[in-house]
């Protein structure tokens, strides 16, 4: 094997493709990258049985072959590479790479050990990679990360036709995102629970090309069951669905309100974190609604206290409401719009965040963050 | 909170710490309550194959039988006692007198136990004792308004610190009380066994008794880095100052409760697993109901287990938040009873013990949207279920607190042990949770009709036409009761079928208060 390459172009492919390298590999060769090139691609590829991933780009190749090597090694001798083109050649069981006056030989791994990538399920649809990476990044924010129930690790993805709606929870929020995305087919249905964690990463990586292809196989027996993949720019990249039922979780959206309050995103963000600071390991706090407005408070007599009062359109009956104050802030954060909406049913029911694009505006239901209150005893 | 603080045990001008110990406490409530067993040998702890003496009366003790000693050998040793199951209700009624009382003599209590507690008279409201005499005459007029109040004898010692005081409310048991002057405390302490001294428990007893250390006196003559060498630097260095009669704890009311818990010893081990779930299951709702008693919630739940080879094993899991949802806190010990069972049965067949913790406490809960859909899907079928499950009797006996008798102590004190009524929660309970595994006792499943509920030896009941009574015992569906009260002469027996419709179970907590308030109104 002997090609040449840029080495943005190399260190890009190898950075992103190493990402989902495992820490702890539970095999030596799966702590390397495959360099395959041929027909004027050089394909990089890693994977450690729940996620895969693939990056090909063009280069020119004076003979082909294929060599696995340490990934994390490569990652690291690409990123620091000065700007010139790399050269790399196989040298029997060694791989030397020269850049400018740089010159690394790597030992190889054996090839023919190397698993078998996953073959990617069929495309389902596409969606603008900004969008798509936006959207996972509201909902992850309410997967849970402990793994005692692993569905509360996952973001449920549902697709139903032009419409492609995200959800998770760790059983004390919930969050769901509502998008129009472009289906291969108009009466495409499926539905998935991908690990939350690897999907926000592989959004995030994923927003350089203009649209992301997501492929879900959606019925038994299909190509890449089991699995979602997605694909963009050159890249794709496979992960092991989850197993397990989603809680059926439109239930709990109250059907109707007993009231909701408007407040403004940032100030109440500020406040909620000035006042958090004596709620420690996030004991509650409180917010009191009455005519016109809000009064934040935490902590209790025998400890620090904090209180803070603030405008809110607001003109129901007066009401309390407690909340852990990290779940608070991190929906607020999520809403994503300069004005808050909470919408109540009573103070031990779920209580439901949305954005406004302005105080008199309508709410945006197409992001909803629902928060389960703190009872307070005593 | 202006409480005032406990002078440091060395500047105490007075041996103004007293520790307050009630004599054999629950033998001799039993012995109260029941005439008939007055004056003779009361055993009181886990009847079953493999329970353990709680309490023996001082006429079993000289046959030997003490507390920890399993009720097989008791029998063994004093045939002719009677062995009853403990009724936690009646004894805790009785020990909120007793803490009162201490507690109208100085702010400053902390109970260790049902029938053990410190009191500092240093911040007695009226100013603190000034010498030996005025201790003496406090801790006489203390344990005459304990007698009078409950009937009962209580042993009280003082010193100048909680150390001393407890030493010296043992030297003269029962009935005792003696007051350690200020600058005699090493007098007392140096022919203890090192034993004695807070926290040397069998590990440290032996590495001393290896280099010839068995006294207090014998463990002075160590340094203090003989005894750093030797435990380490914490613990020997509070040894050395314990052998020397300095103790710097201070009497703390109102230690905070940092877990609660509840466990069972089975009579025959727990082969399958699903009298192990059914078992685990009822354990978890008993300590959600204390916690919930206790306006607690808690994150993390804690699940042991000890296989038929002793080997012990516990797992626990962590919450997200503070809870006290019976259904999660169910859910998370089944968890980690599947967990928890293989490794303590990896050497040896069948589960003899197993026991449920909650600690992490908190006075708030997080709402946990998975059970509130749980809630939502079973407001949905309701209908259904209430047609369904209306001919519910309800007519389990309390069998809470017999299931309780084995458990060790727990470190919740006083308040740990199951309200009174804890029984009939059980019941409301076990309705509640649905389909998710039958209820069990020690015995087998919850009793649901009268031919199948047991008497236990101990327990109170009330017989339609002959009043009420206690089980003095039960088998072959016949239950033997005599007919007596706390006060009553001895009474008279009677055997009825167990199925009998006049014979119903009284709340021991009832019996109990009832005795104390007739104690409280001079007939």
């Known amino acids: ?378 | 909170m202006d409480r005032p603080p406990s002078p440091a045990p060395l500047t105490r001008q007075a041996p103004s710490v007293l520790h307050v110990d009630m004599d054999a406490f629950y033998a001799a409530v039993e012995q109260q309550h029941k005439p008939s067993l007055r004056g003779k040998p009361v055993v009181v702890g886990g009847v079953g194959l493999r329970g353990v003496v709680s309490t023996a009366s001082y006429e079993a003790r000289a046959f030997g039988v003490r507390s920890a000693v399993p009720t097989a050998l008791a029998r063994r040793l004093c045939p002719n006692a009677a062995y009853l199951y403990p009724r936690f209700a009646a004894y805790h009624a009785v020990s909120t007198v007793v803490m009162q009382l201490l507690r109208e003599l100085s702010p400053l209590v902390e109970p260790v136990s049902l029938d053990e507690a410190f009191v500092d008279l240093a911040a007695m409201p009226d100013g603190a004792p000034r010498d030996i005499e005025q201790v003496r005459g406090i801790a006489e007029e203390l344990r005459s308004r304990i007698a009078r109040r409950t009937g009962l004898t209580a042993s009280v010692g003082g010193g100048t610190s909680k150390l001393i005081a407890k030493v010296a409310s043992d030297a003269q048991k029962p009935d005792g009380c003696v007051i350690v002057p200020v600058g005699g405390e090493l007098d007392w302490l140096d022919p203890l066994p090192v034993r004695a001294l807070w926290g040397v428990g069998p590990a440290t007893a032996d590495r001393l008794r290896k280099i010839g250390v068995g006294t207090v006196a014998e463990l002075r003559v160590l340094t203090e880095s003989d005894l750093v060498g030797l435990l380490g630097t914490a613990w020997g260095g509070m040894l050395f100052r314990l052998a020397r009669g300095m103790d710097a704890r201070a009497v703390e009311p109102e230690r905070p409760t940092k877990s609660i818990s509840a466990e069972d010893t089975y009579p025959h081990d727990l082969a399958d697993r699903a009298a192990m779930r059914a078992a685990v299951t009822q354990l978890a709702e008993r300590v959600v109901r204390r916690l919930r008693s206790a306006g607690h919630t808690g994150r993390t739940v804690t699940v042991k287990a000890r296989g038929h080879d002793f080997t012990t094993v516990t797992r626990s899991e962590t919450f997200g938040a503070p809870t006290d949802d019976e259904r999660l806190v169910v859910e998370a010990a089944i968890r980690l009873l599947d967990d928890a069972v293989p490794a303590a049965t990896a050497s040896s067949t069948g589960i003899r013990l197993l026991g449920v913790g909650i600690s992490g406490l908190a006075d708030y809960a997080q709402g946990d949207l998975v059970a509130e859909l749980a809630r939502l899907e079973r407001a949905l079928g309701a209908a259904e279920a209430r047609a369904q499950a209306g001919a519910g009797d309800g007519g389990a006996p309390g069998d809470g607190e017999a299931g309780t008798g084995f458990a060790e102590p727990n470190p919740a004190g006083p308040d740990g042990e199951p309200p009174p009524g804890a029984g009939a929660g059980a019941a409301a309970a076990h309705g509640e949770s649905g389909p998710a595994v039958p209820a069990v006792t020690l015995f087998g499943p919850v009793p649901v009709d009268r031919a199948a509920r047991r008497w236990l030896a101990g327990q109170d009941v009330r017989h339609a036409q002959r009043g009420p009574g206690w089980v003095q015992g039960a088998g072959v569906g016949r239950v033997t009761v005599r007919f007596e009260g706390p006060d009553t002469g001895p009474g008279r027996i009677g055997t009825f079928r167990a199925d009998d419709p006049d014979l119903e179970p009284l709340d021991a907590g009832e019996v109990a208060r009832e005795a104390l308030r007739s104690r409280q109104s001079p007939a």
């Not at chain 1, 840029?6 to 495992?22: C, F, G, I, K, Q």
């Not at chain 1, 408007?262 to 100030?267: N, S």
């Not at chain 1, 990290?326 to 719009?337: F, M, R, S, T, V």
């Open chain 1, 1 to 378: 094997m002997k090609f040449r390459v840029e080495r943005d172009v190399l260190a890009d492919a190898v950075a992103w493709t190493a990402r989902s390298l495992p820490a702890r590999p539970p095999a030596p060769v799966l702590a390397g990258l495959l360099l395959r090139a041929e027909s004027g691609q050089l394909t990089v590829s890693g994977f450690d049985y729940e996620v895969s991933a693939r990056s090909e780009v063009s280069t020119e190749i004076e003979q082909e072959g294929t060599a696995l090597v340490s990934g994390k090694l490569l990652a690291e001798i690409t990123r620091s590479l000065p700007n010139r083109p790399v050269e790399i050649t196989t040298e029997g069981s060694k791989v030397t790479l020269v850049c400018g006056t740089s010159r690394f030989t790597l030992q190889t791994m054996p090839v023919d050990d190397y698993p078998a990538l996953p073959q990617m399920p069929g495309a389902s649809g596409a969606i603008a990679g900004n969008t798509f990476a936006n959207a996972v990044s509201q909902v992850a924010v309410a997967a849970g990360k402990d793994d005692t129930l692993p569905f509360l690790t996952g973001v449920r993805i549902e697709i139903n036709g032009d419409t492609l709606r995200l959800a998770a929870t760790d059983r004390y929020r919930l969050a769901v995102r509502e998008i129009l995305w472009k289906p291969e087919r108009a009466d495409a249905e499926a539905v998935a629970l991908v690990p939350a964690k690897t999907l926000y990463d592989i959004a995030k990586s994923l927003t350089s090309g203009e649209w992301v292809t997501i492929a879900l196989s959606g019925e038994d027996g299909a190509v890449g069951e089991g699995l979602i993949g997605f694909e963009a720019g050159g890249r794709r990249t496979t992960t092991r669905l989850l197993e397990g039922e989603f809680i059926k979780y439109n239930a709990l959206f109250p059907s109707e309100y007993t009231g909701a309050a408007v407040i403004e995103t940032a100030p109440l963000i500020e406040a909620v974190k000035r006042v958090a600071l004596v709620a420690e390991r996030n004991t509650p706090i409180r917010l009191n609604f009455s005519a016109g407005q809000v009064t934040l408070e935490a902590g209790s007599g025998d400890e620090a206290q904090a209180s803070e009062t603030m405008d809110a359109v607001f003109d129901e009956e007066d009401i309390s409401v407690a909340f852990n104050p990290g779940y608070l802030l991190e929906g607020l954060g999520a809403i994503d719009a300069p004005f808050a909406q909470l919408s109540y049913t009573t103070s031990t029911k779920p209580a439901v965040l949305t954005g406004r694009p302005a105080v008199d505006a309508d709410h945006d239901p197409a992001y909803r963050y629902l928060i389960m209150p703190i009872r307070l005893s005593g």
